[in-house]
């Protein structure tokens, strides 16, 4: 099929304004980036529990449910992550569009991936949360024993290994969970996510 023969019905479909207007929320991306083990995982379930018992309504994407299902097919090359990183943004947008508080949690490793996805998903609606905690603190953790299997050499292109992380330039906030704890994180994911999910409709 080429692109001449797709005739997009966007404009007959009901709009995010309305979806919004249904479930009383401004949709918002959540962007959690960071190393294996630093708590990106941890943090957007955290968050998302408790924008749960405050009446909003998430959804969590993480490695996890997005590499055992649509992008099952990608491995970890250069090519194949950056893919994986166009995918959840491409799929991120079509939540935000719903009205979904949309929490992803990916290293994402470099600003170029993380541009792609503020790009893909609107950067109205691009919140880049950096969970800084520090290298040995991750290793330490190695909770699935990613690291020792990096370091022996049995993964190839390990992110803090064997394959380099780039700081993000500007997020919107960091976190160390080696000095913060899971409640004082999700007191100041509160106070960035907020005004966002609250802000009036135009």
């Known amino acids: 099929m080429t692109e001449k023969n797709i005739y997009p019905i966007f404009d007959k479909m009901l709009s995010r304004k309305d979806r919004e207007a249904l479930i009383g929320q401004h949709a918002v991306m959540v962007w959690f980036t960071g190393l294996s083990g630093s708590g990106k995982s941890t943090l957007a379930i955290a968050l998302e529990r408790e924008l749960y018992k405050r009446g909003f309504f998430c959804r969590i ?3 996890d449910n997005i590499r055992s299902g649509i992008n099952n097919n ?23 569009d719903a009205g979904v ?21 609107g950067r109205d609606d691009f919140l880049e949360v950096y969970v800084s905690t520090p290298l040995e603190e991750c290793e330490r953790r190695d909770v699935k024993g990613l690291y ?13 290994i064997s394959a380099p ?11 160390d969970t080696s000095v913060l704890s899971i409640e004082e994180s999700v007191d100041r994911l509160l106070e ?11």
């Open 101 to 121: 508080i949309t929490i992803a949690a990916f290293i994402s490793p470099n600003n170029e991936m993380r541009e792609m996805a503020a790009d893909i998903i």
């Open 61 to 63: 994407l993480d490695g």
């Open 74 to 96: 990608l491995g970890f090359t250069e090519a194949d992550r950056i893919e994986n990183i166009r995918r959840i943004a491409e799929v991120s947008k079509l939540f935000i």
């Open 148 to 160: 020792a299997k990096a370091r022996q050499g049995e993964i190839k292109n390990f992110t803090g």
């Open 165 to 175: 992380f780039e700081v993000p330039a500007h997020p919107d906030l960091s976190l």
């Open 192 to 202: 960035l996510v907020y005004p966002h999910i609250l802000k009036e409709q135009d």
